[in-house]
């Protein structure tokens, strides 16, 4: 195994030596049952006797307030936006990812960078240069991608918390109505999921089901990965 | 590499580690343009006031590591360089910068990232027409910061990277190690070497000649008052 933790230069300061733990992330879009499915990872994985550790994009201490606060107004421009979020997911990476996993916990990440990137690209960012930035990103073991068409998603959300003005990348249609825009963008989104599910590896799970049918696809995807583990050890 | 400057704006920047004296050179050469009748605007490194809050928060609880200090100062940057630095040059004025991508290419490669991931997380913005570097050996610097201010501040001291248990030895490293990266972009990316150890007046004149070359048969964005700009225009040739 002498393949790369990292899809870059990492962190060339931190003298990582191995990684005991596993880093399982979901990834999907808005309204497609991340959250749900992540809870119920969680409470299954617990159950089984391992420790579980869970993240998710906007969650560090350092930049929650300043980025929730950067979100209400109208200033936050593209290139800020896309490195505030790098900023954030680093912190996290840093201070929360990385510390667990050396300390052999499962990581329940809940969305990665893929998202960002998706997100920034989506928004003009170009793309070699989003790679690039997150050549800090660890590799994950897993990646599980929750796939449902937009009908789907605007079901869900509609049915559930609504629709917002981000997730309908209401920044970039400012004259239009809020559910022509989350069509249009969550389209626009999948495509780009799409590709990079190929050129990183996804396994790709049909989202558009019973939450108990996709819970059962995702613990048999994890089942798989941490068998493998207890057989190493 | 940055890319070219396309735009009809001029920008200007000075580099260099803290107590180089470019600062006072910066402050002088934009009250000189501005009395020349030119549109100038100045930046000012980490002022963002979008980043501000979360730049106070995590420094008053020692949050950061190499990586996302170096993240949040770009974003300070990129904040200041979509809303200010950049439509500004499209406009046609003159930007002055105290302090600008070079600042942390020396001080993240310092604090231990990689050379050529910092230099891709900045790759949006644009080469600056002349970057001034003010050169002081290392000595000097840190006897004028050290005399001057009351306490060195934790990460500005590099206190962060366990160098030293004294901040002056620290801060020395550390500078030392900024100064290292700075002598290396002289070439990558065509910086002008001031000596920062002439006399202020000296490198005052040094500097308004390199800037009256570069504006030569220039025109900018023209200040709404006609009759001034004409003026000042026909005095700066």
Request: aromatic share 12%; hydrophobic share 40%.
């Amino acid at each position: 195994m002498s393949e790369s933790k990292f899809y870059g230069a990492g962190f060339p300061y931190l003298k990582t030596k191995d990684f005991p733990g596993k880093l399982i992330v979901l990834e999907g879009s808005d309204g497609v049952g991340r959250s749900t499915q992540t809870q119920l990872l969680r409470h299954w994985l617990e159950d089984e006797g391992f420790a579980v550790s869970d993240t998710g994009l906007r969650r560090s201490e350092m930049t929650q307030a300043g980025l929730d606060e950067a979100k209400k107004g109208h200033t936050l421009s593209r290139i800020t936006m896309s490195l505030f979020y790098a900023t954030d997911f680093a912190d996290r990476l840093e201070n929360q990812i990385i510390p667990a996993l050396q300390a052999g916990f499962v990581v329940l990440s809940d969305r990665y960078f893929f998202s960002i990137m998706a997100r920034d690209i989506v928004r003009g960012a170009d793309p070699e240069w989003a790679r690039k930035l997150y050549g800090i990103a660890i590799k994950p073991d897993l990646v599980l991608y929750l796939k449902a068409d937009v009908p789907h998603l605007v079901s869900r959300l509609i049915h559930g918390r609504g629709l917002n003005f981000w997730e309908a990348g209401m920044d970039l249609y400012p004259a239009d109505n809020l559910y022509d825009s989350f069509v249009d963008y969550q389209g626009r989104l999948s495509v780009l999921f799409d590709q990079m599910a190929k050129e990183y590896g996804f396994v790709t799970i049909d989202a558009g089901r019973s939450v108990k049918d996709v819970f059962e696809d995702l613990q048999a995807q994890i089942r798989n990965l941490l068998e493998d583990q207890t057989i190493k050890s | 590499m940055l890319r070219k400057n396309d735009t009809p704006g001029k920008l200007i920047v000075v580099e260099g580690i803290d107590g180089s004296g470019k600062s006072t050179q910066i402050d002088l050469l934009y009250k000189w343009l501005k009395a020349h009748g030119h549109s100038v605007h100045f930046s000012e490194w980490n002022s963002s006031a979008l980043v501000k809050s979360t730049t106070k928060f995590a420094k008053k609880r020692k949050l950061f590591t190499p990586t996302t200090f170096s993240l949040l100062q770009c974003t300070d940057f990129a904040d200041r360089w979509e809303n200010q630095i950049y439509p500004l040059l499209k406009a046609g004025v003159v930007v002055l910068a105290d302090r600008y991508a070079f600042t942390a290419f020396g001080r993240d490669v310092a604090r231990g990232v990689d050379r050529q991931w910092v230099r891709n997380l900045y790759s949006f913005a644009l080469q600056p027409d002349v970057t001034l570097y003010f050169r002081v050996p290392l000595d000097i610097a840190v006897e004028r910061i050290t005399s001057a201010r009351a306490k060195l501040k934790y990460y500005e001291a590099g206190m962060d990277l366990n160098l030293s248990e004294s901040r002056v030895e620290s801060f020395g490293i550390f500078q030392a190690r900024i100064l290292h990266e700075y002598d290396r972009m002289v070439d990558e990316f065509g910086l002008t070497v001031i000596d920062g150890t002439d006399s202020v007046q000296k490198q005052q004149k040094l500097v308004r000649n390199i800037v009256k070359q570069e504006l030569k048969g220039w025109k900018g964005l023209p200040i709404p008052d006609e009759s001034v700009f004409v003026y000042h225009q026909s005095e700066i040739k």
